[in-house]
């Protein structure tokens, strides 16, 4: 079974920085790509970022592009997204998500879930 497990969500004043990882375990797969989005209260999620595992091509929306960075580290099946000059627009949980290929068939995987929390 695929687990996603994050780490390095937290609180932090507007201007700091954070950095997110999500490492990908279980199961034999190849990946297609890695991501990151996030949910403030009271909206529906949104796309952050995505990295294509093929060949390292990064997408991000534009209100993170020049602040937020993904990157990626094969050997350890890992994501991470750079987070600088945080805002308190910002604030949302961040979820990572894995797209996989195994079997012929491409997959989709979530992780549970870390918060980020931005004060003015």
């Known amino acids: 079974q695929v687990q996603l497990v994050e780490s390095g969500g937290g609180l932090v004043q507007a201007g700091g920085s954070l950095r997110l990882s999500c490492a990908v375990s279980g199961g034999t797969f190849s990946i297609n790509h890695m991501g990151w989005y996030r949910q403030a209260p009271g909206k529906e999620r949104e796309f952050v970022a995505r990295i294509t595992w093929s060949d390292d091509s990064a997408y991000y929306t534009d209100s993170v592009k020049g602040r937020f960075t993904i990157s990626r580290d094969n050997a350890k099946n890992t994501v991470y997204l750079q987070m600088n000059s945080l805002t308190p627009e910002d604030t949302a949980i961040y979820f990572c998500?894995?797209?996989?290929?195994?079997?012929?068939?491409?997959?989709?995987?979530w992780g549970q879930g870390t918060q980020v929390a931005v004060s003015s």
């Open positions: 998500s894995c797209n996989v290929r195994r079997s012929f068939s491409n997959f989709q995987y």
